[in-house]
T-cell receptor
Framework: AQTVTQSQPEMSVQEAETVTLSCTYDTSESDYYLFWYKQPPSRQMILVIRQEAYKQQNATENRFSVNFQKAAKSFSLKISDSQLGDAAMYFCAYDMRFGAGTRLTVKP | KAGVTQTPRYLIKTRGQQVTLSCSPISGHRSVSWYQQTPGQGLQFLFEYFSETQRNKGNFPGRFSGRQFSNSRSEMNVSTLELGDSALYLC??????????FGPGTRLTVL
């Protein structure tokens, strides 16, 4: 079965610092896409970043980047220069499967 | 482009009733997926429709059903509501690569 695991229910980071959210997944496919989504308190889920498994280069979107380790089936999200607006639930996703989420708190 | 819209935004029903939720995808998106989000179970996949056909299905009882129309709009129906069906129901549309664009959700409360 395809599963997505986020082992950190909550994380906290100081404003302007860097934080890494972890995600592992299980699949027998060789070509697939992985995603990180953000759900702020307003509840609107938005896409943060996407990684294509056949690309070895880690995806980057401004302050957000991933560390994709295909062999280890690991897909972590790094947020640099954290801002107050980054506070939200972050979900890792593979296909239609989502992890349990990590609640990120940003301290001023 | 307009985003994914869901109606109604809030709904209160009583046990045993049935409910229909509606989702209008982003123009041009042919895939529509439905998710149930609860504090205890997180985000769980219900089903996905593509070109009016159910393409994927999660592990939910038959009380949960859906359909998609020729204009890609989708509806989700829950019959014989139970207290445990209280949740935020999210709809998402997708152009390709399984990248999901989510709507604001429908908050269903079952009393």
């Amino acid at each position: 079965a395809q599963t997505v695991t986020q082992s950190q229910p909550e994380m906290s980071v100081q404003e302007a610092e860097t934080v890494t959210l972890s995600c592992t997944y299980d699949t027998s496919e060789s070509d697939y896409y992985l995603f990180w989504y953000k759900q702020p308190p307003s509840r609107q889920m938005i896409l943060v970043i996407r990684q294509e498994a056949y690309k070895q280069q880690n995806a980057t979107e401004n302050r957000f980047s991933v560390n994709f380790q295909k062999a280890a089936k690991s897909f972590s999200l790094k947020i640099s220069d954290s801002q107050l607006g980054d506070a939200a639930m972050y979900f890792c996703a593979y296909d239609m499967r989502f992890g349990a989420g990590t609640r990120l708190t940003v301290k001023p | 482009k307009a985003g994914v819209t869901q109606t109604p935004r809030y709904l209160i029903k009583t046990r045993g009733q049935q409910v229909t939720l509606s989702c209008s995808p982003i123009s041009g998106h042919r895939s529509v997926s439905w998710y149930q989000q609860t504090p205890g179970q997180g985000l769980q996949f219900l089903f996905e429709y593509f070109s009016e056909t159910q393409r994927n299905k999660g592990n939910f009882p038959g009380r949960f059903s859906g359909r998609q129309f020729s204009n890609s709009r989708s509806e989700m129906n829950v019959s014989t509501l139970e207290l445990g069906d209280s949740a935020l129901y999210l709809c998402a549309s997708s152009p390709q690569y399984n990248e999901q664009f989510f709507g604001p959700g429908t908050r269903l409360t079952v009393l």
